[in-house]
C-alpha cells in the first residue's frame, strides 16, 4: 500500500461523504480529527527522547530552560540515571516545591521547564515526551502531497478520513443518503481504530518483553512504563 498523503485523505474523505465542501473547511475538520487521536492515548510512535537539557548547582527554581520546540506532553523525566525519577508537580504549586529536590513544573504557556531543589554537578535531563505533529490546518501545497506529513503508519491512515466524516455527519450539512452510509463507515473505523490500538500495544508488550505488568520492579534493569 502506498503512502497516504494528506491531499489522499482528503480524496477518500469527499468519496465518503459524497461531497467537496471548502478546502479550508476539510482541512480544518482534518486537523481536529488527528489532534484527537493523537490525544487520546500515548501512543509509542510519538514517543522522543531529549538530552539538551541539564539540571546544574547554579539553576534554582525559578531558571527556565527551553522544551522542544515540538513538545506535546511529558511522559517521563529522569535526572541523570534511570534510578533518578523526577516527579512533576502542577506549575502553580512551583512555591511549595521549590526546594525540594528531584522534581519538575511545566510553564506550557512559554514552553519553558523548570527543576526544583539544587544539585552537587551538573546532571543531563531525560526527557521523555509525546511531540505534536504538524498541524494539518494551513499546510503548504507541497506539504499537502508529502507523505511523511501524517505520521500514522500508512495502513492506519485511512482511519483520519472516517473521523473527519463522523465530524462532518455529526454538524455539517448532511442529507439522508450519506447518513444511512455512516453505520457502516462508523464500523470500518471502529475496526481500524481498534486495529491501531492493538499495533500500539503490541509494541509496548514487546518492549517489556511480552510482560502485561505495567512496572517493573527491577528499575535499574526495566524502567518504568506507563500503564495504558
Do not use: C
Amino acid at each position: 500500500m502506498a503512502d497516504l498523503t494528506p491531499n489522499d485523505i482528503k480524496g477518500f474523505f469527499e468519496g465518503i461523504i459524497d461531497d467537496s465542501p471548502d478546502v479550508d473547511i476539510t482541512f480544518g475538520i482534518m486537523d481536529a480529527a488527528y489532534t484527537n487521536r493523537n490525544e487520546m492515548r500515548n501512543w509509542a510512535f510519538l514517543l522522543k527522547l531529549d538530552t539538551s537539557l541539564a539540571h546544574s548547582p547554579g539553576d534554582t527554581y525559578a531558571t527556565q530552560k527551553s522544551l522542544p520546540t515540538d513538545f506535546g506532553r511529558a511522559y517521563k523525566v529522569f535526572g541523570g540515571a534511570a534510578d533518578n525519577e523526577y516527579e512533576g508537580v502542577p506549575f502553580e504549586d512551583l512555591l511549595r516545591w521549590m526546594n525540594s529536590p528531584n522534581k519538575y513544573t511545566l510553564d506550557l504557556g512559554n514552553n519553558k521547564i523548570r527543576f526544583t531543589g539544587s544539585v552537587s554537578s551538573a546532571i543531563t535531563m531525560y526527557l521523555w515526551y509525546l511531540y505534536a505533529p504538524t498541524s494539518l490546518s494551513g499546510l503548504t501545497d507541497a506539504q499537502k502531497d508529502l507523505t511523511t506529513t501524517i505520521v500514522w503508519p500508512t495502513r492506519f491512515r485511512r482511519l483520519l478520513a472516517y473521523d473527519m466524516a463522523e465530524l462532518y455527519f455529526a454538524g455539517v450539512d448532511t442529507d439522508d443518503v450519506t447518513r444511512q452510509m455512516s453505520p457502516a463507515h462508523r464500523a470500518a473505523a471502529k475496526m481500524l481504530a481498534n486495529s491501531m490500538i492493538k499495533w500500539d500495544n503490541a509494541n509496548r508488550m514487546k518492549m517489556l518483553a511480552g510482560s502485561s505488568s505495567p512496572r517493573r520492579q527491577d528499575r535499574t534493569s526495566a524502567p518504568d512504563v506507563v500503564s495504558l
